[in-house]
T-cell receptor, first 118, second 110 residues
């Protein structure tokens, strides 16, 4: 149980275009989803927190107009990188909280999406 | 600001050796988690420690939470090539968020 999927797993796009990444909780309802980015050989950096039906909360230094997040349902959150540039190339990972944990709120991570902007 | 510092950042050892990875902070955490991440994949939760002084074992992996809940360690006995990966510690930051250490990239050579 508690499987999170991401689509696509890899995407290559031209500079200036927009790219949408989907994050789905497959067997549970996710009250909260998170978006992280990870540069090569580095750790995960939280970009934003996404709650179903409300606006995402962005971490300091993350441009909300560039990284659009939509959490339209309890099983789907999307991250759109608008007007992508080569410096946006990174590994984007989402996670989801089930909200039914009997322990601390465990985050279940997706497999990640490798974005390459040419 | 709650920061988690991991050491070493890189470790390359031979199969069969033992190793310890550390995760330290100047702040007290209510719990700490350890994840392993393989290239091109998301992190996978290995363990959560919540009680100061707690020791948890997962096969050849032993996790310890410091008495003061400011640090944790991961000890691997008789390392195998399959243990290769990025090991991340993480702790809660505010409501539901996680803060990650910078990671320890472990390579086990056959």
């Amino acid at each position: 149980g508690a499987v999170v999927s991401q689509h696509p797993s890899r995407v290559i796009c031209k500079s200036g275009t927009s790219v949408k990444i989907e994050c789905r909780s497959l067997d549970f309802q996710a009250t909260t989803m998170f978006w992280y980015r990870q540069f090569p050989k580095q750790s995960l950096m939280l970009m934003a927190t996404s709650n179903e039906g409300s606006k995402a909360t962005y971490e300091q230094g993350v441009e909300k107009d560039k990284f659009l997040i939509n959490h339209a349902s309890l099983t789907l959150s999307t991250l759109t990188v608008t007007s992508a540039h080569p410096e946006d190339s990174s590994f984007y990972i989402c996670s989801a909280i089930a909200g039914t944990s009997t322990f601390i709120d465990t985050q279940y991570f997706g497999p990640g999406t490798r974005l390459t902007v040419l | 600001t709650q920061l988690l510092e991991q050491s070493p950042q890189f470790l390359s050892i031979q199969e069969g050796e033992n190793l310890t990875v550390y995760c330290n902070s100047s702040s007290v955490f209510s719990s700490l988690q350890w994840y392993r991440q393989e290239p091109g994949e998301g992190p996978v939760l290995l363990v959560t420690v919540v009680t100061g002084g707690e020791v948890k074992k997962l096969k050849r992996l032993t996790f310890q939470f410091g008495d003061a809940r400011k640090d944790s360690s991961l000890h691997i006995t008789a390392a195998q090539p399959g243990d290769t990966g990025l090991y991340l510690c993480a702790g809660p930051k505010g409501a539901q968020k996680l803060v990650f250490g910078q990671g320890t990239r472990l390579t086990i050579n056959p």
